[in-house]
Every structure is written in C-alpha cells, then in structure tokens.
C-alpha cells in the first residue's frame, strides 16, 4: 500500500495519533499484514493483537532447527494464538515465519520438564495436548479440546520426543486416509489449531466419535 493519501490521522486534541508509524505514513506500508493494521506501529499491531487473543498456545520441539518451525508460527499468528513455546534450542529457524512472531509473544523452554512446570503454574493451569500419530493416540477429528490449553508439536520426521508425549494430558492425531505414514509438521498443526478454532472460536463441536 503506497503513502497515506490525506491528511495525517490525529487524536481528538489535534495532535499526531502515536499508533501511527510516520516513516509508513509517508513512504507507504509494505507490511504482510491485514489492512486493518496498515500504517500501524508494531507496538500498535501487538496491543491490538492482544485485545482479542484466544486461549489457545503454541508449542514446538526444536532438537534440529527444523525449518516447519517458522510456518507452525505464522499459522499461529493467522489464529492469534496467545503465544508460541519453542522447547529445545533458543535459536530457530525463523524464515517460514515471514516476520510474523514479532507481532506474537515467544516463550522458551529449555526442556520439556521446563514447559511442563510452566503450564502447571498458570492459573488455572494448562492442560498440554500432543499432536502426533502415535500407538494410544484419539482422532483429533472426534476429540473435545479445551478452551484454554496448550497444542504440541514434534519436529519433521522424529516428530513428539518420548519425553513429552509421557508429559501430555492427551495425544491426539489428524485421521489419514491415504498411503503417506505422516503429514507434513507445518500441515499439521495448521489442522489442529483449525481445529481448536472451530470449536471455540465459533462454537462449533466435533462429530460424536
């Protein structure tokens, strides 16, 4: 979108609206972001984002700097999940996510028994839900997932570590109907967190299982 066309946007008293950036106003906002956000600062995107954030968290296995990391988060940020967890290396790779996790809030664990104490501090505490399709898991597709609750997700090909899939409330899987054993991690957890959506954000409840 090209420079702002008219006069600058003000606040009530006539002085310059803080929300907007200047530099976007003049030169134009080129920004992957809805036009509801154009020209606006990224501390005013972030405070908007957080004025209608779901219950619904993120989190990622990150032993071997898997590049599905990056989709997993912007599909986060297409949801606007309350955060995203990266439990493993700090550092991760962040191409895929086409700069959206600077309008989400991160949260690193060192481990998954660092995540685990986290989501049992959290008042009330959260219940963690792993996505993987693993002997014991439930289809997702007749699953009841919680409101508030925290979706897990294992890197390409490994996936789940023992460690956290021990660790989980639950284990759900996405039902496959075709010769593939896997989904692709960033496909995946596009399908769960739809799922969370469907069934929280408009109310809508699985088919009985």
Known sequence: MGPWVGPWPTLPTGD?????????????????????????TLQA??????SSRHDLHVAVENWEHDLNIGSV???????????????GR?????????VTDRYQHEVHHPDV?????????????????????????V????????RRCLLAFGQEGPGLTSELLAAADAVVHITQFGSTRSLNAGAAAAIA???WV????????????
């Open 16 to 40: 310059p609206d803080p929300r907007y950036d200047p530099e976007l106003l003049r030169d134009g906002d080129r920004r992957n972001v809805a036009d509801r956000f154009r020209y606006l």
């Open 45 to 50: 995107v972030v405070a908007e984002l957080d």
């Open 73 to 87: 988060v912007r599909t986060a940020n297409a949801f606007n999940v309350a955060a995203f967890h990266v439990v």
């Open 90 to 98: 700090r550092r991760w790779n962040r191409r895929g996510a086409m």
């Open 113 to 137: 028994d660092h995540l685990v104490r986290w989501c049992g501090t959290q008042s009330p505490g959260i219940p963690l839900i792993a996505v993987d399709n693993v002997p014991g898991s």
């Open 139 to 146: 289809p997702l597709e007749t699953t009841t997932l919680p």
């Open 193 to 195: 967190m739809h799922a």
């Open 198 to 209: 469907r069934q929280h954000a408009f109310g809508q409840d699985p088919p009985p299982g």
